[in-house]
């Protein structure tokens, strides 16, 4: 495993700018890609939310990568010591740590939901994607106390890849998972869209109408936009302490960008015109929101007469992206025990295993055993998710964002950004959204996220 040196410590390195690249946009292509974006897109007006979500990526997120991987890089430490380092006020410190816990409550709950792909993959390679279309299959499997298993077997493959480091786990294992997940993406998309049927799908998905157009597409495609790139789980600002200073920090986070936006394309074309094959576009179907992946598509690919050979591509990918995302979560948290415990990776990949085997197992067992428990009345799987990703993350990207404007100074960022001897064409874009409009748009996505929550409103 290669190491740099830098102010007295060492720390592992990606490779180069692939390694960075493959294993960035690994932690960004995951669950959000695949389950979220197809479902939010057919929900919230297919082409005009695709637009939306494109214009997003291109500035609000952009922005948010770029200023999380110059942070990273240029201080070589985790998400606490990077906020130690230009600040000795204790909000930017408390902010270190909000970045660095957010990991730690979303990779037990996120491998909850991975466990339940590794249990439809399973089924389908044993030819059982009939019984998977059954009515009411998926909430048996979830209430029963099998489900662990599927947990603990996935939360194990992660952990191991997590143990055996930087190049040889993570960037070995994104180098080989992405482009077969990008493999199988075509594959399923192709079959999806040649359906009769199909092509209403696709013009809903890609050709924006604005009658379907409100406010509520601009906030859903914010909040999605923010999960699907890993903003604020202290990921990017991890993966870009590992980067080495001639790799291109904006190169790099372009290609993430058209990484990400789309794998989440291609996701859409293989599930919405699929449904409208299945449905003519049902408009019931199309808003069945996160159960569309584990009860309806298993409907459609039984309908479709090749059960077993396309849920068998379609979940093999679903995992991938999964994998991936998951060792990218569990990589930053186990950086910060690292840094801040002063323990090896084996110690700090131990303690995430044990907070992953309680948390998680709170998750997994919470639509059966533990039914009966809820916390603000959600179920422990929709309350972390809920905390997490409503609340943690958009104050946490906020404090970001003050971190690097007032603490750290734009003109350091720029010079880290420049230090490659690259160019940094989108400067103007970056300085105007991070000044003026990033905090803006994540008190929106913080405002209304804990208002739909409340049943304020309804997105």
């Not at 430490?77 to 957010?102: E, Q, R």
């Not at 998951?326 to 090896?344: K, P, R, Y």
């Not at 009966?372 to 309350?383: A, T």
């Not at 734009?410 to 300085?431: C, D, H, N, P, T």
Request: charged share 15%; hydrophobic share 55%; aromatic share 12%.
């Amino acid at each position: 495993m290669k190491k740099i040196k830098d102010k007295n410590i060492d720390r592992s390195t990606f490779s180069g700018k692939l390694g960075f690249v493959l294993s960035a946009a690994g932690a960004s292509v995951g669950l959000g890609n695949i389950w979220r974006f197809p479902y939010l897109a057919a929900k919230h007006g297919g082409g005009i939310f695709l637009l939306v979500y494109i214009i997003l990526a291109c500035t609000f997120g952009y922005t948010m990568i770029m200023a999380e991987t110059a942070l990273g890089r240029m201080t070589r430490k985790s998400p606490v010591g990077a906020f130690k380092t230009s600040s000795n006020n204790k909000i930017f410190h408390a902010g270190g740590w909000l970045n660095a816990i957010i990991p730690m409550l979303i990779v037990p709950y996120y491998s909850t939901i991975g466990g339940w792909i590794i249990k439809y993959l399973a089924e389908y390679c044993m030819g059982h994607g009939k019984e998977l279309a059954a009515d009411n299959y998926f909430n048996s499997f979830i209430s029963h106390a099998s489900a662990e298993i599927w947990f603990i077997i996935f939360a194990a493959i992660a952990l191991v890849i997590i143990f055996a480091g930087v190049q040889n786990g993570i960037e070995r294992i994104s180098k080989i998972m992405m482009p077969i997940l990008v493999g199988l993406s075509v594959v399923v998309t192709v079959y999806s869209v040649t359906r009769p049927g199909a092509l209403a799908g696709v013009k809903y998905f890609i050709v924006p109408s604005f009658e379907n157009f409100s406010w509520m597409t601009v906030v859903t495609a914010m909040g999605q936009m923010f999960y699907s790139l890993s903003i604020a789980m202290g990921i990017l600002i991890t993966f870009g302490s590992y980067m080495k200073d001639d790799v291109h920090i904006e190169g790099a986070t372009i290609n993430v960008e058209i990484f990400d936006t789309g794998i989440a394309i291609m996701a859409g074309l293989m599930i919405i015109p699929a449904v409208f094959a299945f449905s003519g576009g049902d408009k019931s179907i199309l808003e069945s929101g996160p159960g569309l992946m584990f009860i309806t598509l298993p409907k459609v690919f039984a309908d479709m007469g090749i059960t077993a050979l396309i849920g068998i591509m379609f979940f093999a990918l679903v995992f991938f992206a999964a994998i991936t995302s998951a060792i990218a979560l569990m990589e930053s948290a186990v950086s910060t025990f690292e840094d801040e415990l002063h323990v090896n990776r084996k110690v700090g990949t131990l303690i995430m295993a044990g907070i992953m085997l309680v948390l998680g197992s709170l998750s997994s067992l919470g639509y059966g055993l533990l039914g009966n428990v809820k916390i603000f009345g959600m179920q422990f799987l929709d309350f972390f998710d809920f905390i997490t990703n409503s609340v943690m993350m958009p104050i946490a990207a906020i404090i970001i964002c003050i971190y690097c404007l007032k603490a750290v100074g734009l003109k350091k960022i720029e010079q880290e950004v420049l230090k490659s001897g690259g160019s940094f064409k989108r400067k103007a874009v970056f300085e105007f959204m991070i000044k003026y409009l990033c905090i803006f748009f994540l008190l929106i996505i913080l405002i209304s996220s804990v208002a739909n929550v409340l049943g304020i409103i309804k997105m």
